[in-house]
């Protein structure tokens, strides 16, 4: 899928998507948008710095 797509998919108007992506600013919400619509899971993991352990 295009990016082009994945935007009119999710109704994005013009760049916004394309420029949200590049910035990497998105927010949850989008996030999990966009794994539905590419037909995947989103998993949000925070990863301690000084031990490697996942929470």
Not at 14 to 37: F, H, Q, T, V
Not at 49 to 55: A, E, L, S, V
């Amino acid at each position: 899928m295009t990016i082009k797509q994945l935007s009119e998919n999710l109704g994005y108007k013009g760049n916004n998507l394309y420029n949200k992506l590049n910035r990497d600013n998105m927010n949850e919400k989008e996030l999990r948008a966009i794994a539905d619509a590419l037909n995947c899971d989103y998993d949000g993991i925070f990863t301690m710095r000084d031990t490697g352990k996942q929470i």
